[in-house]
């Protein structure tokens, strides 16, 4: 069980960076676009691999195109990915929820949904003691 949990916490960290990176990738797209907006001018920029000294590099509407359109391929991959990753975590979410028996439940809620034992004992109806008790027999186990 302990294995699953961790996993479980695996993936929604997981989910967390897939959508940075969705994220990161929007913004350069964003970017971009809006420099193609701006007009059908060459682009400018500083090219950093020679020395110092106001050179200036230009960037050809196609070469940004070209970058736009690679952009665009990578962003469906990551976002194909990021979906991927939420359907799995919706469906253990859904077999978390179908778990019985107070032992997992109080699994489910102290490991998975952060409560504390007190608020798992008010939302089941026991003492906080005897959710104690259930969650230290629970790591034992695990």
């Known amino acids: 069980m302990l294995n699953c949990i ?14 940075c990176i969705v994220d990161d990738i929007e ?3 964003k970017q ?6 701006n007009g059908p001018k060459d682009i400018t920029g500083i090219d950093y691999s020679r020395e110092p000294g106001g050179q200036a590099i230009y960037i050809s509407m196609d070469r940004i195109l070209d970058r ?4 665009e391929r990578r962003l469906k991959v990551e976002r194909e990915i ?8 919706v469906s253990i979410d859904e077999k978390i929820q179908q778990l019985s028996g107070l032992d997992a439940k109080v699994v489910r809620m102290r490991d998975i949904d952060k409560l504390t034992l007190r608020e ?3 939302i089941l109806g026991y003492s906080e003691i005897w ?4 969650s230290s027999r629970n790591k034992s186990i695990l």
């Open 6 to 19: 961790e996993n479980y916490k695996d993936l929604c960290t997981d989910i967390e960076v897939q959508q």
């Open 27 to 29: 913004k350069e797209l």
């Open 32 to 37: 971009l676009e809006q420099l193609m907006l």
């Open 68 to 71: 736009i359109q690679r952009i």
């Open 82 to 89: 990021l979906e991927q990753k939420k359907q799995i975590k």
């Open 120 to 122: 798992i004992a008010d």
């Open 131 to 134: 959710i104690k008790k259930v």
